[in-house]
Every structure is written in structure tokens, then in C-alpha cells.
């Protein structure tokens, strides 16, 4: 079964810090990884997906299978990055084919400090 | 584009009452999404559906929980009898259709308190 951990349920960096959110997954086929975020009193949105491999208001992702990670970064974090960020997984299912099912990490609260 | 619609917002019920909660996914969305998300946790799938009929419903309570799409729009999620360990964020969530390449976007989310 798979499996999406975040170990940090509270973050809290100053602005201007790098910031680095993390996530592990265990999944045993070939995974698409996402990272979701929620700010203050809005709903649940895509923050970027790992196949796009994009950079999103400056944070970025890199898959490593090797360490099945797949970590969130910001070279500067800024105030407005506040907010309570998911990693999710989709995959598996019958015959390979996903059907779009995610899979979410407990969450972690970024706090930037000015 | 109009968001997707949930209500109600919030619902306070005792233990062993029904609810229902209600979904209007955005137009064209063939597919739909509950979650369940406790406090402390990240949502979790209770059911999808894609047009009127479910893909995934592995996750559903079956003896309290059920949820029906009847004509592919809107959707309705009901519990009968709630337990208190129903108290979470009930999410609904639509997207063009299946697959993980098509991006899920999510309602506001209805707060279920059972006392």
C-alpha cells in the first residue's frame, strides 16, 4: 500500500531563510508526486506536480527514487509562503492505470517570521 | 470559473442523528472526489466517481456512509448513524477526468461536529 510521510508537523523559519519541507513516500510502482497547499481561510490547491517539473513562487521539488523523497524547497522563504503544505501521491491501481486517487502526508505548517 | 460548491459550511449533530453534505463540482468536471480529512490529518479518499458511476469507494464506511451522483453533477455524501469519530472536514473535489494528470480542485470544505 502506499504511503506519504511528512515528519515535521510545525516549520518555522524567518524570512529571507531557505526552507526545505519534507517528504517520503513508499509506493511500489512508478509514483506521480504532488505537493498541495492550503494558506489562511482558502481552500486546498495544487501547488506543482513532479512531472512538470516547474518552479511555483519560487519552490521546487525534486523526486529521488533512490530515497523515495520528494522535497519541497524555496531558496527565500517570504511571509506570504505561510501556510500548511500536503505531499500526496497518485498511484495504483488495476492494470497500472491510475485513476487519479491521492494519497496525502499528515501536513506540515510553514511559519515565516518577518 | 466558479469554484466548487459545497454546504453546508458547518454542521454540529449528535451521535447516532443523520447528516447529508452536498457537492456542486465546477461545469464539465466529469470527475468527483470525497475526502475525509480528521483534525491532524491529511485528507483522506472516501469515494470517487467519475460521471455517475463510482471508480473507488475502497475506503468508504459502507455500514454508515453513502454517497450517490445521481445524474453526474452534483453529489450528495450522507452518514446514518454518525459516530463522534465522524467530527472531521468533509472535502469534495472535481476534475476534468481520471488520472493524475488531471489537477483536482477542491470545495471549501463542510466541518462535521458529532457530540
Known amino acids: 500500500a502506499q504511503r506519504v510521510t511528512q515528519p515535521e508537523k510545525l516549520l518555522s523559519v524567518f524570512k529571507g531563510a531557505p526552507v526545505e519541507l519534507k517528504c517520503n513516500y513508499s509506493y511500489s510502482g512508478s509514483p506521480e508526486l504532488f505537493w498541495y497547499v492550503q494558506y489562511s481561510r482558502q481552500r486546498l490547491q495544487l501547488l506543482l506536480r513532479h512531472i512538470s517539473r516547474e518552479s511555483i513562487k519560487g519552490f521546487t521539488a525534486d523526486l529521488n527514487k533512490g530515497e523515495t523523497s520528494f522535497h519541497l524547497k524555496k531558496p527565500f522563504a517570504q511571509e506570504e509562503d505561510s501556510a500548511m503544505y500536503y505531499c500526496?501521491?497518485?498511484?495504483?491501481?488495476?492494470?497500472?492505470?491510475?485513476?487519479?486517487?491521492?494519497?496525502f502526508g499528515q501536513g506540515t505548517i510553514l511559519t515565516v517570521h518577518p | 470559473e466558479a469554484g466548487v460548491a459545497q454546504s453546508p459550511r458547518y454542521k454540529i449533530i449528535e451521535k447516532r442523528q443523520s447528516v447529508a453534505f452536498w457537492c456542486n463540482p465546477i461545469s464539465g468536471h466529469a470527475t468527483l472526489y470525497w475526502y475525509q480529512q480528521i483534525l491532524g490529518q491529511g485528507p483522506k479518499l472516501l469515494i470517487q466517481?467519475?460521471?455517475?458511476?463510482?471508480?473507488?469507494d475502497s475506503q468508504l464506511p459502507k455500514d454508515r456512509f453513502s454517497a450517490e451522483r445521481l445524474k453526474g453533477v452534483d453529489s450528495t455524501l450522507k452518514i446514518q448513524p454518525a459516530k463522534l469519530e465522524d467530527s472531521a472536514v468533509y472535502l469534495c473535489?472535481?476534475?476534468?477526468?481520471?488520472?493524475?494528470?488531471?489537477?483536482?480542485?477542491f470545495g471549501p470544505g463542510t466541518r462535521l461536529t458529532v457530540l
Open positions: 473535489a472535481s476534475s476534468l477526468g481520471q488520472g493524475w494528470d488531471n489537477e483536482q480542485f
Open positions: 466517481f467519475q460521471n455517475n458511476g463510482v471508480v473507488d
Open positions: 500526496a501521491l497518485s498511484g495504483p491501481y488495476a492494470g497500472g492505470t491510475s485513476y487519479g486517487k491521492l494519497t
